[in-house]
């Protein structure tokens, strides 16, 4: 997802690879921002919508939604009713995402993005998912009044911020707001604001991130995704930009090199243990049925609620390690009160400062 900015001093992540910068002599590559090349990509990505948008206008939105380590995997095709959005399944995760849920959730909040953009600008849209289709989500674009204009404004501003949050306790009215805006047919939304039950949901991330660190395969995949400097950000349009979560850049072999020293059990543990404790609350997302249409459901529903933080000036990240380790996934999901149901995200969310966005290839329509 989206990472960014996130200290004013450095952490230990920046003093190994400052210190092997040093040691390398004197690496003028490793920074913590991000250069004019970047900004500028990144303007042109999140511009506002025209005063006469079009498809591609509404693709371009789409393509900002979240989804797993930002690698895209969505395709458009144009339909004379509207646009097809597909699966693009040469993108999947198959360690940490081996029933490609967290795909077709991140088609579900693409999809919703569309939708809001079309919405806004006059073309109200409908969103159908085909289950014969190989996961076709059909968008059909008719005429008529604008709506969710505010929704739509947020889809450049909203990001995954993976910071420690302010611990401000958020109004009851903004609480029900957030609830209005995720209402999707098929989805609940579970809020967990009380000290406890954050702690409980603590204790089972930590006890699922130390399991998914432990396994080498999904250390290799994550690596697959990571982009250590602007560069690499820039020429593949997708993946995990460390500069985005206020980490140090670095050339690529160095961060591979490095990436093992800093990425420990420990210091994951003392991350998260942070974020967690900072954040204002936590929202589980629950589809009614474990099916490709209800993780769509499910992207759309988390869409809106991360659009309605934005505008309620809300960060949010995904911490979804308790969902991704299917052992722990079924006593979460007991602990939460849900049987033999299966919760589909589990989201941190909180006040915190803007930081950098993450990259996005450039869309493209068949």
Avoid at 71 to 85: C, E, K, L
Avoid at 293 to 310: C, I, K, M, N, P
Wanted: aromatic share 6%.
């Amino acid at each position: 997802m989206h990472f960014a900015e996130r200290f004013t001093m450095p952490d230990r992540r920046d003093v190994l690879l400052g210190s092997a910068a040093l040691a390398l002599g004197g690496l003028s590559g490793c920074s913590s921002t991000v250069g004019g090349a970047y900004d500028t990509t990144m303007s042109r990505l999140r511009a506002p919508l025209g005063p006469t948008p079009d498809l591609p206008d509404f693709v371009r939105y789409a393509t900002l939604a979240p989804n797993g380590h930002n690698t895209q995997p969505w395709r458009f095709a144009a339909t004379r009713a509207g646009v097809d959005i597909l699966p693009d399944l040469s993108r999947r995760t198959p360690v940490v995402d081996p029933d490609d849920h967290h795909l077709f959730v991140s088609l579900g909040c693409a999809a919703e993005n569309l939708a809001i953009a079309a919405s806004a600008s006059g073309r109200p849209a409908s969103i159908g998912f085909d289950p014969s289709g190989n996961g076709r989500i059909a968008i059909g674009l008719a005429s008529g009044q604008s709506r969710d204009l505010a929704l739509c404004r947020a889809i450049p501003a909203r990001q995954s911020t993976r910071s420690p949050y302010d611990r401000r306790a958020i109004p009851v009215e903004d609480l029900r707001s957030l609830e209005r805006a995720a209402a999707v047919p098929g989805v609940s939304v579970l809020l967990i604001t009380d000290p406890p039950g954050r702690e409980r949901v603590l204790e089972t991330v930590l006890h699922a991130n130390d399991l998914q660190m432990g396994d080498p395969a999904f250390m290799a995949e994550l690596m697959l995704w990571l982009r250590f400097n602007e560069a690499a950000a820039l020429r593949t349009g997708d993946g995990l930009y460390s500069a985005c979560s206020g980490s140090r850049t670095s050339p690529t072999w160095l961060g591979k090199r490095m990436f093992p020293l800093f990425f420990t059990k420990a210091s994951e543990t003392e991350r998260y243990t942070e974020q967690l404790r900072s954040s204002s609350g936590i929202a589980v997302f629950i589809g009614d049925r474990a099916d490709r249409d209800h993780w769509v459901r499910v992207g759309r529903s988390f869409e809106r609620f991360a659009l309605q933080a934005t505008v309620l000036g809300l960060r949010h990240a995904h911490v979804n390690q308790p969902i991704e380790v299917p052992a722990v996934r079924s006593a979460f999901a007991k602990s939460l009160g849900l049987g033999d149901g299966r919760p589909d995200l589990v989201i941190r969310f909180g006040a915190a400062p803007a930081l950098p966005m993450a990259m996005r290839r450039a869309p493209k329509i068949t």
